[in-house]
């Protein structure tokens, strides 16, 4: 029994021993570094990311609605966003219209341009659409792009058939559009194989849209409502015209000023100016020869009377009603 005891006492004595030699080991190494804890309220670091960016065609100054872009007005910037419609070069921008006023870095689109049929017509040309149906759209057989003559047939009363003419009235016209398909191609856009357009030409044509030199607007708005139009269909590489100088110009409704004392003689109106000058409908149906003298019943009733031969003889005066005339003496 006690040596028992003796050898647990030793036992214990050796283990406190090895427990003293260790700590006495911690001791000697160093402590490890202190971690400081982030003070209250502020958030941990994050490292930055890139964002992406996109080029895209922005003004360098305002762009006016109406007016052809410079070229030197449009710069590519790289923007964080890229917008739908927009153009990564300037190159296909130069020449192109705004309908509404950009101004300085604001992106362009393809929505905020001109487009459609008016980048079809030439300078000095206007599209005007008349009515259209199978006659005298050559049997619904008129396309966009194609050639027409366009003859005008004016047909007078029961009382003076003989009166009623059709002549040519406008040349080698270029169709714009006819019915629901255009030229400008709009109608195939949504369809490749071309479905859309061929089911809208299946549809019966009302209208028919023609590139029509300015000064001859008046002439087709005149014909359209006094008589009936008719299109003849023409191969495109015909380019034979009639020769204007052959007839005599019409008169204009408004009779331009006279050059003043010492100026040089006038050219004569064109373009603009004479669209604006106008066309009567009795100018246009006699070509200005007319044969009988028309005044206003109140100029006529003021005019001076006219004596010969000691009668007092007034005068005949045509006095237009509708569709019937007659002669009264004042």
Do not use: C, H
Request: no cysteine; aromatic share 4%.
């Amino acid at each position: 029994m006690i040596n028992l005891t003796k050898i647990i006492a030793a036992i214990l004595v050796l283990l406190a021993l090895a427990l003293g030699g260790y700590a006495w080991m911690l001791s000697r190494q160093a402590p490890p570094p202190v971690v400081a804890a982030p003070a209250s309220g502020t958030a941990p670091a994050v490292k930055p990311t890139q964002s992406q960016t996109f080029a895209v065609v922005v003004a360098t100054k305002p762009l006016p609605a109406g007016q052809a872009i410079a070229a030197d007005s449009l710069r590519v910037e790289q923007l964080t966003i890229n917008p739908a419609g927009a153009f990564q070069e300037t190159a296909p921008l130069a020449g192109r219209v705004p309908v509404i006023d950009l101004g300085e870095g604001t992106p362009l689109v393809e929505g905020q341009l001109v487009s459609g049929l008016a980048l079809r017509v030439s300078e000095g040309e206007r599209a005007i659409a008349i009515k259209a149906d199978e006659t005298m759209g050559v049997g619904n057989k008129v396309q966009p792009g194609d050639f027409v003559d366009v003859f005008v047939m004016l047909k007078s009363d029961g009382k003076d058939i003989d009166r009623s003419q059709a002549r040519l009235l406008l040349s080698r016209k270029r169709v714009l559009a006819y019915g629901s398909v255009s030229i400008d191609g709009l109608a195939s856009k949504s369809d490749k194989s071309g479905a859309a357009q061929q089911a809208q030409r299946s549809e019966p044509a009302r209208t028919a849209v023609l590139a029509v030199p300015v000064d001859d607007i008046n002439r087709l708005t005149l014909a359209e409502s006094s008589g009936r139009l008719l299109l003849a269909l023409r191969n495109p590489t015909d380019m034979s015209e009639p020769d204007p100088k052959l007839f005599a110009e019409l008169p204009t409704a408004l009779q331009p000023l006279q050059p003043k004392a010492g100026e040089a003689r006038r050219p004569p109106l064109e373009g603009l100016d004479r669209a604006q000058a106008g066309l009567t409908a009795a100018d246009f149906a006699t070509g200005g020869q007319q044969t009988a003298v028309r005044m206003p019943a109140i100029a006529a009733a003021r005019a001076p009377m006219a004596v010969t031969n000691n009668v007092r003889r007034g005068l005949q005066v045509e006095v237009i009603r509708g569709d019937r005339s007659e002669t009264v003496n004042y």
